[in-house]
């Protein structure tokens, strides 16, 4: 720390130093705290606004990190959606012929899935099997359908003995009329086909929103 007197000491030094040019200097000190005081009395509304004025600014470069934290959050889910090519629409239509188009975007979704995939559809046949060999590995895939054949059965037991990583479960449900595809049980996907006849006729989809723990909770997932 630096060695300093205030003015209390400097008072108290002139008791001590009688020479004429220490009495000198104590006056010159003393008047210079005196101009100090007068300086700050007179300016202390100034003062007071700059503090304001700190404060503000400091409350500002505080909301702008806040803002700024978001934006750089929601460029990061941006880059990361595009990364991982799951730019993918909420709602649409297929038209018949656009076949390639349908399964593509069907792909990307079961592409996207991190955890699990479900899918609710009663017509189900090794076409629909073949959609789930683009999964990641280690994402659960169950399928509900009304009706498990003999042929649909076979085709299961040969698609899990290749792809041991990322097996499929079949369970026989005949609760549902419409077709549903559950995205790690938050994004369910409503179709108006079949996934097997997707792009041979119009249909539409949409994504439906906070559906998914009503529908686990039917299915008793």
Do not use: C
């Not at 683009?134 to 042929?151: F, G, L, M, P």
């Not at 899990?160 to 449900?173: A, W």
């Not at 929103?209 to 529908?215: L, Q, V």
């Amino acid at each position: 720390m630096p060695f300093a007197f205030t003015e209390q000491g400097v008072a108290s030094l002139s008791g001590v130093l009688k020479s004429e040019r220490a009495i000198e200097m104590n006056i010159q000190i003393m008047r210079a705290f005196v101009s100090m005081r007068r300086f700050i009395s007179n300016n202390i509304e100034v003062f007071a606004r700059l503090d304001s004025v700190e404060k503000r600014q400091i409350d500002y470069q505080l909301k702008t990190d806040v803002n700024q934290l978001k934006t750089d959050n929601n460029f990061k889910k941006v880059f990361d959606a595009i990364e991982s090519k799951t730019l993918i629409k909420k709602q649409g239509i297929f038209y018949d012929g656009q076949v390639f188009d349908a399964h593509k975007f069907v792909s990307d979704l079961i592409r996207s899935a991190s955890k699990s995939i479900i899918l609710i559809d009663n017509y189900i046949d090794d076409s629909v099997l073949t959609l789930f060999t683009k999964v990641r590995k280690n994402v659960t895939i169950t399928i509900y359908t009304e009706n498990i054949t003999s042929q649909l059965d076979l085709d299961l037991k040969k698609y899990n003995l290749q792809y041991s990583s990322n097996p499929i479960r079949i369970k026989s449900f005949k609760k549902a009329h419409d077709r549903f595809l559950i995205i790690d049980n938050r994004d369910v996907y409503h179709f108006g086909a079949s996934i097997n006849d997707l792009g041979k006729k119009w249909f539409a989809f949409s994504k439906l929103n906070k559906e998914s723990i009503t529908i686990l909770d039917q299915l008793g997932e």
